[in-house]
């Protein structure tokens, strides 16, 4: 049962790069016992195959990347996920530069189209006035 819950652990992980928190909540689906959950986190951290603060730049690329959110959504995401911001060393880009690059990717064809594509991803009216300002001025 030892080894199972290891080998399960390592194929989510070699899959992508997970939190802390959901490795549990995965492990926990597979069995009930918590020392056995605990050593096998243990292990994992000791290996470095779980780091919460490389996780936690990892997701934020990559969320960047692909569907850029505000960072007050960025923040509940990762809340979500079991990473506590507050304890964390890592800086977040500013609101403004999110939502540059979000319009940047999406390009939208006019003024209101991109107000309502930036609020629909979570960032504040200052952010949003700023950049389309800077753009369709």
Do not use: C
Request: proline share 2%; no cysteine; aromatic share 6%.
């Amino acid at each position: 049962m030892k080894n199972s819950i290891l080998a399960s652990a390592l194929k989510i992980l070699s899959l992508r790069p997970h939190s802390k928190q959901e490795v549990i909540n995965f492990l926990r689906k597979k069995t009930k016992d918590d020392t056995l959950i605990n050593q096998t986190i243990e292990k994992l951290e000791k290996a470095k195959l779980i780091n919460d603060e490389e996780f936690a730049k990892w997701y934020m690329e990559s969320r960047s990347r692909t569907r850029p959110r505000g960072k007050r959504l960025l923040i509940q995401e990762l809340k979500q996920k079991g990473i506590d911001l507050s304890t964390s060393h890592l800086e977040l880009s500013t609101d403004g530069e999110l939502a540059e690059n979000a319009l940047n990717k999406k390009n939208p064809k006019s003024r209101e189209q991109a107000i309502r594509f930036l609020q629909y991803r979570g960032f504040s009216w200052e952010s949003i006035e700023k950049v389309i300002r800077k753009r369709y001025n």
